[in-house]
C-alpha cells in the first residue's frame, strides 16, 4: 500500500534560521512526487514536482531534493510569511494518478 | 494566473440533505479531482474524472457521492444524503494531461461543508 509519512509534525524556527523538513514515502513505483503549501482554511498551492531520484528544484527561499525512499524540502533563511503547513504527496504507477498525501509538516517562522 | 474557482465557500446542511459542491476547473485543463480534508487529517482522493467519466475512485466515494461535468466549464460534487462524518474541507483540482510524466494538480480553495 502506498504511504506518505512527513516529519516533523511542527517546527518553530527563528526568522533566518535554515531547516529541512522529511517526506518518506513507500510507493509500488513511482510517478511523481508533489510538494505543495497550505494556508489555513485554503486550498493546497503548488510548489514542485519530482520525478527521480537524484532530482533537485528550486524556487526561492525552498530547495526540494528527492532519493528512493525519501524527499527533503529544504529551507534556507526563511521569513515570517513562509510560516505554513507543507504537505508531500506521491503519484504511484498502480494508481490512475490520485495523490497519496502525508499529514503535513506545520511551520512556524518567528520574526 | 489562471486557477481552479469553487462555489461556495462555505456550506451548511441538514443531515440527510443534498448538496452540490460547484468547481470551475483551469480553462485548457482535462482531468478533475475531489478530495477532502476532514479538519486536522490528511488530504483524502475521493476521484478523478476525465472525457465524461470517472477514471479512478476512493473506498470514500460510495453510491452517495457523484460527479458531473454539466456544461463546458463546470464540475460538480454531488452528496446525495449527507452524514454528520462528511463535514470536511472539500477540494477541488484539475490537471492539463495525463503523460508519461504526471501533470501537476492544480487545487481551488475549497468548499467548507458542515452538517449537522
Known amino acids: 500500500e502506498d504511504q506518505v509519512t512527513q516529519s516533523p509534525e511542527a517546527l518553530r524556527l527563528q526568522e533566518g534560521e535554515s531547516s529541512s523538513l522529511n517526506c518518506s514515502y513507500t510507493?509500488?513505483?513511482?510517478?511523481?512526487l508533489f510538494w505543495y503549501r497550505q494556508d489555513p482554511g485554503k486550498g493546497p498551492e503548488f510548489l514542485f514536482t519530482l520525478y527521480s531520484a537524484g532530482e533537485e528544484k528550486e524556487k526561492e527561499r525552498l530547495k526540494a531534493t528527492l532519493t528512493k525512499k525519501e524527499s527533503f524540502l529544504h529551507i534556507t533563511a526563511p521569513k515570517p510569511e513562509d510560516s505554513a503547513t507543507y504537505l508531500c504527496a506521491v503519484q504511484g504507477m498502480d494508481s490512475n494518478y490520485q495523490l497519496i498525501w502525508g499529514a503535513g509538516t506545520k511551520l512556524i517562522i518567528k520574526p | 494566473e489562471p486557477e481552479v474557482t469553487q462555489t461556495p465557500s462555505h456550506q451548511v446542511t441538514q443531515m440527510g440533505q443534498e448538496v452540490i459542491l460547484r468547481c470551475v476547473p483551469i480553462?485548457?485543463?482535462?482531468?478533475f479531482y475531489w478530495y477532502r480534508q476532514i479538519l486536522g487529517q490528511k488530504v483524502e482522493f475521493l476521484v478523478s474524472f476525465y472525457n465524461n467519466e470517472i477514471s479512478e475512485k476512493s473506498e470514500i466515494f460510495d453510491d452517495q457521492f457523484s460527479v458531473e461535468r454539466p456544461d463546458g466549464s463546470n464540475f460538480t460534487l454531488k452528496i446525495r444524503s449527507t452524514k454528520l462524518e462528511d463535514s470536511a474541507m472539500y477540494f477541488c483540482?484539475?490537471?492539463?494531461?495525463?503523460?508519461?510524466?504526471?501533470?501537476?494538480?492544480?487545487f481551488g480553495p475549497g468548499t467548507r461543508l458542515l452538517v449537522l
Open positions: 483540482a484539475s490537471s492539463e494531461a495525463f503523460r508519461d510524466m504526471q501533470e501537476t494538480q492544480y
Open positions: 510507493v509500488s513505483g513511482l510517478r511523481g
Open positions: 480553462s485548457n485543463h482535462l482531468y
